[in-house]
């Protein structure tokens, strides 16, 4: 009686074994069959050749190879924390214009598929909208130098139709493919992505030209391009995701966590303060009014987290951390160092969140990039003070360390601490260059996350380079002063250009006429820097050809 009791207990303690494991085995499977519907099959929205017969549907799941080899994204973490409604930052918006789209083609076929010469847009009419009319000012019309190949991020073969299989390999072009070479007579950019339109026009003196219109096209692939899948970004502090498209683009997802009014709080340090989907946004605006280029394009999207997140999402990671809040929500909080949990959780009204998508760079397999460590980086300690801060003469020692010691590098820093400034950004402690270019090229302002966050608070010791240095370039000093008269005032050409997005408004209006104030500041640095160094000495010619200043110069 004794033995029959002991085996039937091994049995019991089998089966219980046994059901366990097929309760895990099936938590496992459960995300795969919720994706076998057909809503949730992505393909390929690239366009065919004209006389190549229909391509077989895409597989489910890119390998990682796929999503990967054309591009990738350096910034540091990303936004996070509960998403927030918009109402508050409606009521408080006003109105605006638009910018007339200007079209560029290119005259024949050729190997700089975006090059310099494109014709301008016509002049804008006497009643054009304020942005419109800045663009056509003389100080936003002067040439490039002309581009030599070695100018050039990428030396494409135009006659090459793009080719979505290429994406297995490091080559965009496929030689041994005869169907995907042009018809007669077709343009081979139209075959081409906008996000590859972007990669392509890369050169040594700007992301993007003035006038290029795969910019805007690619604003607009940002938001409607459907999500075929998501994946967290590895590194960093807060949660970021990696959405890729339909036409094999990618972006980098910053949700929202903070309504539009909310500012940092005062007892935040620079380097614990959230990460703002909408400073993202504010960040490309401003850099493009500031003539810079420098901001690869951002724009605001509306995702469902069920359809576009959790539903072709591959990393378990990801999807395990979804719950129904008590609300009845749906909310997820992801991996990362700070704030990825259930206090901290991006939650959607009921399943809709708001969020940025920064479009890739290059990937660094085709195009290296340099990072370098700013010098006038922050200690990033609760009581240290880096040597900036307590050294007057600390420029003096930068300008006799390579590569600050000669060419433009040092005149890069200035604008990019106008343009820190001017979003109350602290969070600059490295920047990235392109490696082919070597020294003599501009920084990429990435990772703008931690900008706008006071409105009420001017940070001056953004601006310690300016004032240590006393340098800035005869460009960038005429758009600025000619971004603080009324007929070119920031903070509306900043709002006009903002209204174009799809979840303006993008800043609250405190933040707009802060950076009025902001740039009052600047140009009385520069005055003060002329009045004590000399005009020549502070102010770096850096046009190629006479340019019509005279309403800019006082």
């Known amino acids: 009686m004794k033995m029959l009791l002991v085996r039937k207990f091994r049995v019991l303690i089998l089966m219980v074994f046994l059901v366990a494991c097929t309760m895990h085995i099936m938590i496992d499977l459960l995300p795969r069959l919720e994706r076998r519907g057909p809503e949730s099959r992505p393909g390929c929205s690239c366009p065919p050749p004209a006389a190549a017969p229909p391509r077989a549907a895409a597989p489910r799941w890119p390998s990682k190879h796929t999503l990967r ?210 400073a993202e946004i504010a960040a490309f605006h401003l850099d493009r009014i500031l003539d810079f280029r420098r901001v690869p394009p951002v724009a605001g999207r509306l995702v469902n987290m069920t359809r576009e997140i959790r539903d072709v999402t591959r990393d378990k990671k990801l999807w395990r951390t979804f719950f129904i809040s008590p609300a009845n929500n749906i909310c997820f909080y992801g991996e990362c160092s700070y704030y990825c949990s259930t206090e901290h959780a991006l939650c959607g009204k009921p399943d809709q969140i708001e969020g940025s998508l920064a479009a890739f760079l290059p990937d660094l397999s085709l195009a290296k990039r340099k990072t370098w460590r700013n010098p006038w980086r922050r200690s990033y300690h609760k009581r240290k003070k880096a040597e900036w801060e307590v050294d007057p003469d600390y420029c003096e020692e930068v300008k006799q360390t390579p590569p600050y010691d000669s060419g433009t590098r040092i005149l890069d820093i200035m604008d990019m601490t106008v343009f820190d400034f001017l979003m109350g950004n602290m969070d600059r402690h490295h920047y990235e260059t392109f490696e082919k270019f070597g020294n003599e090229t501009f920084i990429i302002h990435l990772d703008n996350g931690r900008g706008f966050g006071k409105y009420s608070h001017d940070e001056l010791s953004i601006l310690v380079p300016l004032n240590q240095c006393c340098r800035i370039r005869k460009s960038t000093y005429l758009r600025l002063q000619l971004l603080a008269k009324e007929e070119y005032k920031l903070s509306l050409l900043m709002k006009e250009s903002l209204l174009k997005d799809k979840i303006a408004p993008i800043l609250y209006q405190p933040h707009l006429e802060a950076m009025d104030r902001r740039l009052r500041i600047v140009l009385k640095a520069v005055s003060d820097c002329i009045e004590k160094d000399g005009y020549d000495n502070v102010v770096e010619n850096d046009f190629n050809t006479d340019v019509n200043t005279a309403t800019t110069e006082r």
Do not use: C
Request: aromatic letters at 10%; glycine letters at 8%.
């Open 69 to 278: 080899i054309l591009q990738d994204f350096s910034a540091e973490p990303a936004s996070n924390l509960s998403s927030q409604s918009r109402e508050a930052a409606e009521r408080a918006a006003g109105g605006g214009g638009g910018e007339g789209a200007a079209e560029e083609r290119a005259a024949g076929r050729t190997r700089r598929l975006i090059g310099p010469g494109a014709p301008r847009p016509p002049p804008p009419a006497a009643n054009a909208a304020p942005l419109a009319a800045l663009f056509q000012h003389p100080l936003y019309r002067a040439a490039l130098p002309p581009l030599a190949d070695g100018d050039l991020l990428f030396n494409v073969n135009s006659d090459i139709r793009f080719n979505p299989r290429a994406a297995e390999q490091p080559e965009w072009q496929n030689e041994d493919h005869h169907e995907e070479f042009l018809p007669t007579g077709e343009t081979s950019i139209d075959s081409y992505p906008n996000w590859l339109k972007f990669h392509i026009g890369i050169n040594r003196y700007e992301l993007y030209s003035r006038h290029n219109p795969a910019i805007e096209a690619l604003l607009q692939d940002l938001v409607s391009q459907k999500i075929t899948s998501v994946a967290m970004k590895s590194g960093g502090t807060q949660l970021k995701l990696i959405m890729t498209f339909q036409n094999y683009g990618q972006a980098l997802f910053k949700p929202m966590k903070q309504t539009r009014e909310q500012e940092t709080p005062p007892d935040f340090f620079y380097f614990s303060d959230y990460e703002r989907h909408n």
